[in-house]
């Protein structure tokens, strides 16, 4: 059977060569291509192979592939740049971010991102920027030119999405003054209903509403605020560090806030004068190393213009590698002085924290607020306390 049904062609794109003998691809197809290229893939996992099982976008069923795939030590001759322009004609838009993600970051195929040629072609996405930041160490001058459009891309996209959430934050409280601009947002429900009372008709059940009502908003008395971002720069925290700089690149010009950007691994970077061009910021982090949070908390902590209106928010996974009695006395001191301390395990839009949980419930007990936080509730936070 050479024309198979997609439904078909699908389960033979799951149960491999274990299934060659009933659903044939033919050896010309697209099927057959979209077989290959999987296979160049994930046939290099010696775990699933010896498992039998094959994993691709939205496959991930058990098969017995490793029997029949025996020709030779390893995935088949395709170079990275034949298989990037295959597969980008094989399969939709999502499952090529899925191959070209897990290509890097499970399989560590780094010319992805080091090859200028697929530099050239290559869809910008969230994991390919994540790898050119964990592999721009390894470029030479033209390849980090290349990738440098990855990054710019990413960014911009991530600036467009978190900007608007951002601004959301500091936007005026509603007050109770009734407004002459009428905006859905500011419609007062309680206000409308009790001006339009003598409307009501019993027999429909419903108030004509003659007279709609809504808040005016006032602006928030701001009072400068210093917010000091310290992230961990250490490779498990790079989604962190992008979200980190774009979040602290929005923040940079609202009005009553002073924001400051430290990087750390063993040593502290202070990157605030680069908080503008976030670009330029990703680029000059160098991640890896160790990790001594002790060292850069003291830092921020040196920062301190008004303890009473600064919030330290320290992002990390909390494994350290410095003193933790020094942390621990660090921060007890900011919080006894005033200053509000957020220990935060991730800051990216999924939030899922992973971190030291013994060393982060030490810190807790010492009054630092514990938890996980995307940017726009990190904006949030930050907004409320302006508006104190």
């Not at 699908?10 to 077989?35: C, F, P, V, Y």
């Not at 005016?216 to 701001?222: A, H, V």
Request: charged content about 25%; overall charge neutral.
């Amino acid at each position: 059977m050479n024309d198979l049904d997609p439904g078909l062609q699908r389960w033979r794109l799951i149960l491999g060569a274990a299934a060659e003998n009933s659903l044939t691809l033919g050896s010309a197809g697209k099927g057959a291509r979209q077989d290959a290229a999987l296979d160049w893939l994930y046939g290099r996992d010696e775990e699933l192979r010896g498992r039998g099982i094959r994993k691709g976008p939205g496959l991930g069923r058990p098969a017995d592939r490793a029997a029949d795939r025996d020709g030779g030590d390893g995935p088949s001759a395709l170079t990275a740049v034949d298989w990037l322009d295959e597969i980008h004609q094989l399969f939709p838009r999502t499952t090529v971010e899925r191959l070209e993600r897990d290509a890097v970051e499970r399989y560590g195929i780094n010319e992805i991102v080091t090859d200028p040629d697929i530099l050239e072609r290559v869809e910008p996405s969230a994991s390919l920027l994540r790898a050119v930041l964990r592999t721009k160490h390894l470029m030479n001058p033209h390849v980090l030119t290349l990738a440098r459009r990855i990054v710019d891309t990413v960014v911009r996209d991530l600036l467009r999405r978190l900007q608007p959430e951002v601004q959301a934050a500091f936007h005026g409280t509603r007050s109770q003054r009734p407004s002459r601009f009428k905006q859905a947002r500011d419609f007062d429900f309680r206000g409308t209903v009790k001006a339009n009372l003598q409307h009501y008709q019993p027999e429909q059940r419903r108030i004509l509403i003659e007279q709609p009502r809504f808040h005016s908003r006032t602006r928030r008395n701001l009072r400068q605020w210093q917010l000091i971002l310290v992230v961990d720069q250490s490779g498990s925290m790079v989604g962190s560090v992008i979200h980190s700089a774009v979040t602290a690149a929005c923040l940079w010009s609202l009005p009553g806030l002073k924001t400051h950007l430290i990087a750390f691994d063993t040593s502290v970077v202070d990157l605030t004068q680069d908080v503008t061009d976030p670009v330029e910021l990703l680029m000059k982090v160098q991640l890896g190393g160790g990790t001594d949070i002790a060292k850069a908390v003291a830092y921020a902590e040196g920062l301190v213009d008004n303890p009473r209106r600064a919030i330290v928010a320290v992002i990390s996974d909390f494994y350290e590698g410095g003193d933790p009695f020094r942390l621990v006395r660090s921060v007890r001191s900011l919080v006894d002085q005033g200053t509000v301390v957020l220990a935060l395990a991730a800051l990216d839009e999924e939030a899922h924290p992973a971190y030291d949980k013994a060393l982060a419930q030490r810190l807790a007990n010492e009054g630092a607020h514990v938890g996980a936080m995307t940017p726009g509730e990190l904006a949030a936070f930050v907004a409320e306390r302006l508006g104190q």
